[in-house]
């Protein structure tokens, strides 16, 4: 019998953990026949209620408030061949619809060229196609499409561009089974 606080007790109640490399998300990017891409690393997006503080002789107690939805910035790679070398052009025609650089009008309107993104973290044993954790992100939009850093100097690395999304609401499910809606 394992002893409490033993190697043998975290190992007989640890079950492998997960992994932070296995993930995917597919989505539309603005009108592109993208739908799914290389992103390199990125937070799974935070989720919060805000509060309502309240003063009562003295003390202050905090109601929960409304629900807050963060920008989610994600770091993508740029590749160059086949769907990959699209990419980069499909975020910024995606931005360019929202608000044309040069006649600063929308191709769209405010809610037409907002999209649907689901982002899956997976599991690691087995084919590694089961997600543990599920986040449908509901009416995407690029806030910025960032910079392409290049150097005559850099060797051995791979281009990256950071691209910042707003969101309307979440879903969030998780791989044990179905979670209420978030939202």
Known sequence: ???PNSIDE????????????????????????LTTFHAYAFTLPAVGIGEIPVDYRGRRVYIPGDREYPVWTLTILDDAGGDGSLIYPAFQDWQNRINDHTDNVSDTGPAADRQQWTIKHL???GQGT????????????????????????SRDELVTFDVTVRYDYLNYTSGAGQAPAVG
Do not use: D
């Open 10 to 33: 975290f190992k007989s109640n640890f079950h492998g953990g997960t992994r932070r490399n296995r993930f995917e998300i597919n989505g539309s990017v603005g009108s592109a026949s």
């Open 123 to 125: 599991e690691a044993q």
């Open 130 to 153: 089961t997600a543990l954790k599920t986040f449908v992100l509901k009416g995407c939009w690029p806030v910025s499409v960032g910079a392409i850093n290049l150097a005559a100097g």
């Open 1 to 3: 019998m394992a002893r």
